[in-house]
């Protein structure tokens, strides 16, 4: 009598590396992040939606708590960059006004995925920052102090002031997020920087 032919235990598919694995990773990440939330998208989602092994993701990060922090700070450090770029050059405080909401709204259009995650996150990340001296919302505050003690607007509370400008542009974002405002951001800079430059010069 022959004897049974024994089963070999199927082995899990191993995903071959892929190359270029890491901003793949990140893109699908993003996608789960703004979709799902972070707490609820895992390390073996983002591979899968990658088209990579969870392994890939765990060489280039330890988990998807330093992942999101990662991609929420890339926007953050470079909104904190053009910000005081523009708002301690040279000009006018229009001009000034106008350059910085210019290059929020070129900074969203560039990569609105990004730009998104980094919007629907401050909440999550912002109380647990150092408050750095290149921080955007310390920037714009020291910028406030400035104007005020230049006299180049009315005196107040500059952590208001900074809140009520940065909401202009933050909200317009938010919007945008949820499709109530067409087009890409930067076609309304003009307007923002107007409405931002009446919450500066109001008493």
Request: aromatic fraction near 6%; glycine fraction near 6%; charge should be positive.
């Amino acid at each position: 009598m022959a004897r049974p032919a024994t089963l070999t235990p199927k082995q899990p598919d191993k995903k071959p590396r892929v190359r270029n694995a890491k901003p793949k990773i990140e893109r699908a990440a993003l996608k789960l992040f703004i979709h799902e939330g972070v707490d609820a998208a895992t390390t073996r989602e983002i591979a899968d939606k990658a088209g990579v092994s969870e392994g890939a993701l765990y060489r280039h990060y330890k988990g998807k708590d330093e992942l999101a922090l990662s991609l929420f700070q890339e926007t953050h450090n470079r909104l904190s960059q053009l910000l005081t770029e523009a708002l301690t050059g040279a000009g006018s405080l229009d001009a000034k006004v106008h350059a910085a909401v210019t290059a929020y709204c070129n900074l969203a259009d560039e990569d609105f995925l990004l730009f998104s995650f980094h919007l629907v996150s401050l909440n999550r990340y912002l109380p647990y920052d150092k408050r750095r001296e290149d921080d955007p919302v310390s920037v714009t505050e020291r910028i406030i102090v400035g104007l005020m003690e230049a006299g180049a607007i009315a005196k107040g509370d500059p952590a208001l002031k900074a809140a009520m400008a940065l909401g202009v542009v933050m909200q317009a974002g938010q919007n945008k997020i949820y499709n109530r405002l067409p087009g890409p951001l930067s076609q309304h800079a003009p307007a923002l920087a107007r409405a931002v430059l009446a919450v500066l010069k109001s008493t």
